[in-house]
């Protein structure tokens, strides 16, 4: 099935439905990510810390299991990121995410290899610098998202980036972040003036996604208070799922413990949650949309299901009411 939502991205990136998976460390692996753009969607693989030889492992995973476009996010903080674009760049991968900030100084090596490169951007001003420097699009995240967060939630960031780009002359698709995982949330963001959507959450709790059981039942279990944000105070905000770490953290946050030495307590903590099942003692990153997934299903079942609702809120939407058919 193919949508004529979010046409806009979906001839630029030639996908059937407007919906990109977000590029998770750890989980956002050639499993997840092949099921993403088989089914469709675009998948992206999470680089996170990871080095190079493993990004390259998981491009030809991927490519073996897909010709459909996928993407690899780059995570801008970890000492792999400038190999990891040289393998983007060498690989010719159809689409770069990149993460945690700018990625203006590799655009233009990026653009020359014909890669497609698509910032993560929590600020209009970003937005708009990134657009000028050559960006393919942009996707806006909000604070509502897991992992690592900007200060704007979804609902004001999206159409202020829209509005931003357009006001600077440069109307790049925009993709909106956090907060977004049904088909509600998808014809919203498409009221606020983006193209599509990305997910992030929704899709770890798949089966196809390589996440420990026990993660997946901790963002099924979870309700609408469940995720807090930590680490305001070293300067990464962190949203995850409260648990007996994240109050021991701040704990020691609110006893002014130096932000070096708490950096280094929440080392290998996602991991251990994503991969061991260690949801009490790791980092259960997840975004507030927790409250909202209930189940584990299907890559292709999910992204039908969204699509769908979707277009049926926005007939309706468009309808006489009820009474006056009758
Ligand atoms: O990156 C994410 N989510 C993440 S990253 C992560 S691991 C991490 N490790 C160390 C430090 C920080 C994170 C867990 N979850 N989402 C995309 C995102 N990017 N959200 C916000 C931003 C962002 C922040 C600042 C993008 C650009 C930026 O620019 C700063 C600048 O240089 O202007």
């Known amino acids: 099935m193919k949508t004529r939502l979010g046409r806009r ?3 630029l990136f030639e996908l059937d439905y407007p919906v990109f998976q977000g590029g998770m460390a750890w989980v956002g692996t050639s499993e997840l990510v092949s099921a993403v753009s088989a089914a469709g969607g675009l998948g992206i693989i999470g680089s996170g810390n990871a080095p ?4 390259a492992g998981q491009i030809e995973l991927v490519r073996a299991r897909t010709d459909r476009p996928f993407g690899v996010n ?5 000492p792999h990121a400038p190999s990891i674009i040289d393998l983007v760049c060498r690989e010719r991968v159809p689409v770069v995410t990149t993460g945690a900030g700018n990625p203006g100084p590799h655009m233009k ?3 020359d290899a014909g890669v497609k490169v698509v910032p993560v951007v929590s600020s209009v ?4 610098r990134l657009a000028r420097a050559g960006a393919d699009a942009v996707i806006a995240e909000g604070a509502e ?4 967060i900007g200060e704007t939630a979804t609902l004001p960031l999206v159409p202020e980036v829209v509005d931003g780009l357009r006001a600077d002359g440069h109307d790049v698709p925009v993709v909106a972040a956090g907060g977004i995982a049904d088909g509600r949330g998808l014809a919203a963001a498409l009221c606020l003036g983006a193209d599509g959507v990305q997910m992030g959450t929704r899709f770890v709790c798949t089966p196809e996604c390589i996440a420990h059981p026990a993660y997946k039942q901790a963002i099924v279990n979870a309700g609408d208070r469940a995720t807090e944000v930590t680490g305001r105070a070293t300067g990464h905000p962190v949203r995850a799922i409260r648990n007996q770490f994240t109050r021991e953290w701040e ?3 609110a006893a002014g413990t130096p932000a070096a030495e708490l950096e280094a307590l929440g080392a290998g903590r996602f991991r251990a949650a994503a991969l061991d099942g260690e949801v009490a003692r790791g980092t259960v990153i997840a975004g507030q949309v927790s409250g909202l997934v209930r189940s584990v299903e299907p890559v292709p079942v999910i992204l039908e299901s969204i699509v769908k609702e979707a277009e049926a809120i926005l007939r309706r939407l468009c309808e006489e009411p009820r009474s006056e058919r009758a």
């Open 125 to 128: 001003g970003l937005a708009v």
């Open 109 to 111: 090596r990026l653009k």
């Open 74 to 78: 780059v995570l801008l903080v970890s």
């Open 145 to 148: 998202s897991g992992g690592h």
């Open 251 to 253: 704990r020691l946050e």
């Open 9 to 11: 991205l979906t001839e």
């Open 52 to 55: 190079a030889a493993w990004v």
